[in-house]
């Protein structure tokens, strides 16, 4: 388990976090800039002293006011890659990776330096210096010196927030090959849903300075009371569905739980998991099955819930199969006679669900 | 040519040596004090600055003088050190090492400073979280990008000290073959009839050397930026 209680005050802004989570897997610290999510990374790492509070990872006290321990960055265990790598300049690749090995107890030192070079593609780098590396190469680089310093947990602070989009899709995929492969547990800092709908498993959602919500990525990104934190006009439902095929016209069919999601296609084998995050707004409301429609994309389903959002908007809360959320006009819900427990089709366009809100993991030789 | 003559090898030779060991103590000190005033705020960081500083600013003389009083074989620490350790310094080339090594400590001190100033902290903390404790990033991370610095220092403080009088001939005084350097020779000469021509040639030789100096501390420079910018 990771256990965060910690408090903070720095000038006007005041830190209040407590949150437990499984350290297992990706969890997401999600929010907005000035949320305080590198203040909590910073507390975590050890680099800023907490005012109070506690802090346990994986049964370890790292920080504990009223016993007075706050544990030295050194002897945390706790590896970080920061926003802007910070990679040593005067060492090469090699011995940046490298450096924090040895002081890794010899009986604890699980990770093999080939299969992370091999796992990161590093091999070709190891005599550059990082004045002659990318941006991707860097950030890399960045995350093999971390995890080779063995540690318990790793943080990532925005890790991908300087690179552009070719490079965050790729070094998304490096660390989603990480987390199956090493199991080391990552807390991954963004303010990019993108990413989090991508690799989060479990997701902490931080708002001025406090938790707003904590949970699997899939449920909190799946409700629209969270959504003026999540992105307003993002707000939908996260689904976990796997390839099922592609269709002569270049469509690939992704089946859950309530049918098959046709969606512009992919290049996934059959059985590849994805994760497809629909946005309430591009989810219209039929109650009764249309014809003649050019959506593929119809699901019937029952109301399960509604909200009204805004003066003239109204969420829906559909079940069918899964959750499913849909954003229509207070108008519409009202001429429709829609009400809680009604069976309607949902309708989704396959081309609203562009890659971005695919959560997709890339095949291993793609670079 | 230019041959040198034996009273003139024995004082390039002994302004070097001077210079050397003036360094040579100074640097380590010199590290710990820039360090101290980059990276700390204590009571009495002002007061610690201005004492390094202060040889820049007051007259030669007057540290020599203040040497004597220290370090002379009656002076508060001269006593103690001939006391445990039978070594004097006063009147003895060592004691020109000293007075060369305080006259150039403020240069070298804020060559440094600068330095150590342009690291990345950030970086330091990245090595912290690699479990790195704080004197080994000092000595794998801060050290190595502040030789630049240190260099730049190293050859002013050398520099420095190759050419110190004042303090220099205050506090141990003109002793052929033993505190006799290179400016004190060339002053003596200056002052006795006929020794225009002397005098002309230990200032040519010591342009010269301090020529070389900067050369080779030029080259190293570059060579050192070379391999951190990789």
């Given at each position: 388990m990771l256990q965060v209680d910690l408090q903070k005050r720095l000038g006007d802004f005041n830190l209040d976090v407590a949150f437990g989570i499984e350290d297992r897997g990706i969890t997401a610290l999600f929010g907005?800039?000035?949320?305080?999510k590198t203040t909590l990374v910073n507390m975590m790492a050890g680099l800023l002293r907490p005012d109070s509070g506690r802090l346990h990872i994986g049964g370890h006290t790292l920080f504990d006011s009223d016993a007075k321990i706050n544990v030295r960055p050194e002897r945390r265990r706790v590896g970080y890659v920061f926003q802007e790598g910070?990679?040593?300049?005067?060492?090469s690749v090699k011995a940046n990776l490298l450096?924090?090995?040895?002081?890794?107890?010899k009986g604890e030192r699980y990770q093999d330096a080939a299969q992370i070079i091999d796992l990161l593609g590093l091999g070709g780098l190891l005599?550059?210096?990082?004045?002659?590396?990318?941006g991707g190469e860097k950030q890399r680089v960045a995350i093999g010196r971390a995890l080779l310093s063995e540690p318990r947990l790793l943080l990532m602070d925005e890790?991908?927030?300087?690179?552009d989009a070719a490079r965050k899709s790729e070094i998304m995929g490096h660390i989603e090959r990480l987390r199956d492969v090493l199991g080391v547990p990552i807390v991954y800092v963004s303010h990019a849903l993108e990413e989090v709908t991508r690799l989060a498993d479990h997701m902490v959602l931080l708002a001025d300075g406090g938790v707003v919500a904590t949970g699997s990525a899939v449920d909190i990104m799946s409700r629209p009371d969270l959504s003026p934190h999540t992105g307003r006009h993002e707000a939908g439902a996260l689904i976990e569905t796997q390839v099922a095929g592609h269709d002569d016209f270049g469509l690939t069919e992704l089946a859950f739980t309530g049918g098959v999601l046709r969606v512009a296609g992919l290049d996934l084998a059959a059985g590849t998991a994805v994760r497809a995050r629909i946005r309430a707004r591009d989810v219209a409301i039929a109650t009764t099955r249309p014809?003649?429609?050019?959506?593929?994309n119809v699901f019937p389903g029952r109301i399960a819930e509604m909200h009204p959002s805004g003066a003239a908007a109204m969420d829906l809360q559909l079940d069918i199969g899964v959750k499913l959320w849909a954003r229509i006009t207070a108008r519409s819900a009202h001429e429709l006679g829609l009400v809680p427990g009604r069976e309607v089709f949902a309708l989704v366009k396959?081309?609203?669900?562009d890659r971005h809100s695919l959560g997709l993991a890339q095949p291993p030789n793609r670079n | 040519m230019f041959a040198l003559s034996a009273l003139e090898s024995e004082a390039v030779l002994l302004s070097l040596r001077v210079a050397f060991w003036s360094v040579l103590i100074s640097l380590p000190v010199a590290i710990a004090v820039a360090w101290l005033l980059a990276r700390k705020r204590f009571p009495g960081h002002l007061f610690l600055n201005g004492l390094v500083h202060l040889p820049l600013v007051v007259p030669p003389v007057v540290v020599g003088y203040l040497l004597l009083l220290l370090?002379?074989?009656?002076g508060a620490m001269g006593a103690w050190l001939w006391d445990w350790f039978?070594?004097?310094?006063?009147?003895t080339w060592r004691g020109a090492a000293v007075a060369s090594a305080v006259m150039a400590f403020p240069l070298m001190v804020r060559a440094i400073r600068l330095s150590l100033e342009s690291v990345d902290i950030r970086l330091e903390a990245a090595a912290r979280t690699l479990g790195a404790p704080p004197i080994w990033v000092f000595a794998t991370v801060s050290l190595p990008l502040m030789a630049p610095g240190i260099l730049t220092g190293t050859m002013l403080a050398f520099a420095r000290g190759f050419g110190e009088f004042g303090a220099t001939i205050t506090f141990?005084?003109?002793?052929?073959?033993?505190?006799?350097?290179l400016p004190i020779a060339l002053y003596s000469l200056t002052q006795v009839p006929g020794g225009e021509g002397g005098a002309l040639r230990l200032m040519i030789l010591s342009i010269v050397i301090a020529m070389l100096a900067l050369f080779a501390s030029e080259l190293l420079a570059r060579r050192v930026r070379a391999r951190l910018e990789g």
């Open positions: 907005r800039s000035g949320a305080g910070r990679l040593f300049p005067h060492l450096y924090g090995r040895r002081f890794a107890p005599a550059r210096r990082p004045a002659t590396l990318s890790p991908l927030a300087a690179l014809s003649d429609l050019s959506i593929l396959s081309v609203a669900i | 370090l002379g074989r009656n039978g070594i004097t310094v006063a009147f141990v005084s003109n002793i052929p073959g033993e505190t006799r350097t």
